[in-house]
């Protein structure tokens, strides 16, 4: 047997922290080494960030990343590492890994395929590598490899695929398995979406059965660059079987998996598939051999264990809790905020949000210990010595007016006290009637709800927004807007009202699963948390804007249509691409139980409200990327602000439903 212990490390980075950054990196080398590791695998792009945006264009950010390179050299003594940075060679940019021993620079790898959808924009700046000779770089006198290489460190081979070129059909691992390569590294930075890591580890696991392999896998982790968060995902897999899988969504800032990998055993499994094909070209070009001795270790009992919750039933449920916390914890520390205000109207939206800030001290402090929790906040003045955190890091405000009721400020109350927030009220109904007054006068008429509906809706909303900002300003904190993605999807909203704030945590995420995630936090809730049986007092509400008189009866979807059928209807439209009539043909099917002509006007309301609002999509503040049917145009979807408005085919859909109803 010859044995290794390997180490696949997750990292919190942040663009362009150079210190920090290379701190973290120090670290999980360090702990890496204490364990027992004598291979490391770290994340893509972890010295300068995934996340540097046109930043990676500077000539200055390209040479710090080259001396904090040589700045960890002096830790790799008797160990293999591979970091990740950006490299320019022959007028271009490459996203590269380089395998760093013994003190020595071994060599560059660039990446052969760029993330260029969805999210990514990684063709902006990097060029693909797709030549198959090897070329040399100069660095403070030295030159260096530069390539699709294959490292032979000590009679171990070591070949690399960087996050994209996995997931490509024309990826480099099938050369490197006929290259007969004992471990393929895959430093990644994948961004989370619901369901992703279940796609991860078949991709892991298939990778390493048919390329008989031993398979590392890193990721960054945390709330990197405002925008993504990254889970941490690390999966370790040999020949088919997956060795280790570490912790996702924590708030630590080096996470590592470790685990000992058979060397012989994997070459034995790969000499049994039919389908390898060994290279035997001998020593080509692309070859780097180095000197290395690893350490001779005796077999490990093999602990591949998982957090219970993500076997849960209500998995998506659980990420999103933890995914959100994290992602509110690390902006908050990041943009060195000094805590959170959440205009509190006692409605689901602004519930979750302030429920979100209570997971993320509750679950931070479970997994961080108080002390640690602490220090990574050192930055708010007096935080160590606040009796209950919540209350210092958390001002819930709840704006009244005559249109609002009881039910909901009684639950505005209720819930602020349950989750320890600082509590506020401001009776803003003076400022309402003063502004009708004023323009009023103005117009020389007096407004009315049966002319003037929208407008005097909106203005309820926007006299909330000058106080709650005010509060926010007075206690340096970070004002958290509580739109969500199914209003965004049709306007529902007020501009410079109820979207006012510096990041809108939920408006990557429908209003339906929303509801059903508030249930489950009355109920259930993450078992390091427990539930909050106040949210009762949301969740039996109809979900209301409570900005028309009470006598309106005014409701949400009465408003716009069922919200079960808006998001299906936002998903067959903007993430699928449906047309008009087939996605009514689409939508009959799915819900039979609606008439047609209900069905069809439904239809008709949301393409026509789609497109004349994608201007306040364009304004929303900063959101968290959930999953793959986002509307944010400057991540995910692009809309033009001014088009043709369907109108077309929105005739074509009157005509097919007027045909239909004929026969």
């Known amino acids: ?19 920090g950054n290379v701190q973290n990196i120090k670290t999980a080398i360090s702990t890496a080494r204490d364990q027992g590791a004598s291979l490391i695998c770290l994340p893509e792009l972890c010295i300068t960030g995934y996340g540097c945006e046109d930043a990676f264009f500077s000539p200055d950010v390209q040479q710090r990343a080259l001396h904090a390179l ?26 590269c890994a380089c395998l760093i021993s013994n003190q020595r620079i071994l060599g560059f790898v660039a990446k052969n395929h760029l993330a260029g959808d ?32 294959v490292f032979d460190c000590g009679g171990i081979r070591i070949g690399f695929e960087i996050c994209e070129d996995a997931w490509a059909a024309r990826r480099p691992g099938r050369d490197l398995s006929q290259a007969a390569v004992d471990l393929i590294l895959n430093p990644s930075a994948s961004h989370f979406a619901f369901g992703k890591q279940e796609i991860r580890r078949r991709l892991v696991l298939e990778s390493s059965r048919a390329y008989g392999v031993s398979y590392l896998y890193s990721n ?74 690893f350490p001779k270790i005796e077999p490990q009992p093999r602990l591949k264990t998982t957090a219970a919750w993500e076997a849960s039933q209500n998995v998506k449920s659980e990420e999103f809790a933890r995914a959100v916390a994290l992602g509110l914890f690390d902006y908050l520390r990041k943009s060195r905020s000094q805590g959170f205000v959440v205009s509190l109207s006692g409605g689901a939206d602004s519930s979750a949000v302030a429920t979100l800030v209570w997971l993320l001290v509750k679950l931070g402090v479970a997994e961080l210990g108080l002390h640690s929790f602490l220090s990574k906040l050192s930055h708010i003045p007096d935080l160590a010595q606040a009796a209950d955190l919540p209350s210092r890091l958390l001002t819930c405000v709840y704006q009244a007016t005559r249109n609002s009721s009881d039910t909901t400020e009684q639950a505005a109350a209720k819930l602020a006290e349950a989750i320890g927030a600082d509590y506020l009220k401001l009776d803003v109904d003076a400022i309402v009637q003063n502004y009708v007054e004023l323009v009023s006068d103005a117009l020389g008429r007096e407004l009315n709800w049966n002319t003037d509906d929208i407008a005097l809706q909106n203005i309820q909303a926007r006299v909330r927004a000058p106080g709650v900002w005010m509060i926010a300003n007075l206690r340096n904190a970070l004002l958290l807007a509580t739109s969500n993605r199914s209003e965004a999807a049709v306007g529902y909203t007020t501009m410079d009202g109820d979207t006012c704030g510096g990041l809108s945590p939920i408006s990557g995420i429908d209003k339906a699963f929303l509801r059903q995630w ?33 006598a309106s009866h005014q409701t949400d979807e009465t408003d716009l249509m069922p919200y079960e059928l808006l998001d299906w209807i936002e998903r067959a439209a903007i993430r699928d691409k449906q047309g008009p009539v087939d996605l009514y043909r689409l939508a009959r099917a799915q819900f039979p139980n609606y008439q047609p002509a209900q069905l069809s006007a439904w239809v008709i309301r949301f393409f026509q409200l789609w497109s004349r609002n994608q201007w306040k999509r364009e304004r929303y503040a900063p959101s968290f990327h959930l999953d793959d049917e986002n509307l944010d145009p400057k991540t995910w979807c692009r809309f033009p602000i001014l088009s043709g408005s369907y109108q077309r085919e929105l005739e074509e859909l009157r005509v097919f439903i007027d045909e239909e109803s004929l026969n």
């Open 220 to 293: 960054l982790l945390g709330n990197e660059a405002g925008r993504i968060i990254y889970d941490g995902a690390t999966l370790i897999a040999s020949n088919g079987t997956l060795l280790a899988e570490g912790p996702r969504l924590s708030f630590k800032a080096v996470v590592l998996t470790t685990t000992v990998i058979d060397i012989d055993l994997t070459r034995m499994n790969r000499a049994r598939l039919m389908s390898f094909q060994p290279d035997q070209l001998g020593d080509t070009e692309n070859r780097v051999v180095a000197p290395f001795q």
């Open 1 to 19: 047997m010859q044995l290794v212990q390997v180490a696949a490390v997750a990292l919190n980075q942040t663009p362009l922290d150079w210190a």
């Open 518 to 550: 508030l249930l489950w936090m009355e109920k259930s809730g993450p078992v390091e948390t427990g539930n909050l049986p106040i949210l009762k007092l949301v969740n039996q509400q109809v979900p209301t804007a409570e900005l028309r008189p009470e």
């Open 70 to 95: 040589q700045e960890l050299l002096p830790l790799t003594e008797g160990i293999v590492v591979s970091v990740g940075l950006p490299l320019f060679y022959g007028g271009a940019l490459y996203n």
């Open 118 to 149: 969805g999210i990514h924009y990684e063709p902006r700046w990097f060029k693909a590598w797709n030549s198959p000779h090897v070329s040399q770089v100069a660095i403070e006198g030295q030159s260096y490899p530069l390539g699709n290489l």
